[in-house]
């Protein structure tokens, strides 16, 4: 079964710093890789994703996030983080579920929580 | 627009009653989720459906009960059987097919009084 680990549970930057979150994903098979951020109680946007191809993705707000296979990572970047971007970020991988016919279920990582600070 | 809705936004609920959250979408989506989220423990699935009438459990369904009547429709039912229900409660949506991305609903906050 497939699982997602996102090392920090807390990561704290200045405005207009530069931001890294780490995920590590565990998949026997080619995985598929998203990053969702979390405003306070409020559901999970979609920031990017990787299929396949080009191993760095662009996703919204200026986010971007590269897949390395050898590291088992889909770490998500940010050159300048804005206060806007203080919210909860979550990586999750997708697979084939096969007691249920190949349909496709996300499992998603405990989330980092981003404290931006002036 | 299309989306997903989720109501009511809080719930309040007393020690062995039963509770049903609403999730409706209007995005033409096959398969429709919920998931648990508390702090910490990011999220859990507790029930999936990729087809009317059929619906799997997730890794949590224990105290919970859904139904998939019509394929707007998921609601998601807490029993008294679930020993600890307060929690956030998140339905998501997608076409079902590979490498499909979730849309989300915007929340059920439950609380036990």
């Known amino acids: 079964a497939q699982s997602v680990t996102q090392p920090d549970i807390h990561i704290t930057v200045s405005e207009g710093a530069s931001l890294e979150l780490r995920c590590n994903y565990s998949y026997g098979a080619t995985p598929y890789l998203f990053w969702y951020v979390q405003s306070p109680g409020q559901g999970l946007q979609l920031l990017l994703k990787y299929f396949s191809g080009d191993t760095l993705v662009q996703g919204i707000k200026g986010f971007e996030a590269e897949f390395k296979r050898s590291q088992s990572s889909f770490n998500l970047r940010k050159p300048s983080v804005h206060w806007s971007d203080a919210a909860e970020y979550f990586c999750a991988v997708g697979a084939a579920d096969i007691s249920n016919f190949g349909n496709e279920k996300l499992t998603f990582g405990t989330g980092t929580r981003l404290t931006i600070i002036p | 627009d299309g989306g997903i809705t989720q109501s009511p936004k809080y719930l309040f609920r007393k020690e062995g009653q039963n509770v049903t959250l609403s999730c409706e979408q209007n995005?033409?989506?096959?398969?429709m989720y919920w998931y648990r989220q508390d702090p910490g423990q990011g999220l859990r699935l507790i029930y999936y459906s990729h087809i009317v009438n059929d619906f799997q459990k997730g890794d949590i369904a224990e105290g919970y009960s859904v139904s998939r009547e019509k394929k707007e429709s998921f609601p998601l039912t807490v029993t008294s059987a679930q020993k600890n229900p307060t929690a956030f409660y998140l339905c998501?949506?997608?076409?079902?097919?590979?490498?499909?991305?979730?849309?989300f609903g915007s929340g059920t906050r439950l609380t036990v009084v």
């Open positions: 998501a949506s997608s076409t079902g097919r590979y490498q499909a991305s979730y849309t």
């Open positions: 995005l033409n989506h096959d398969a």
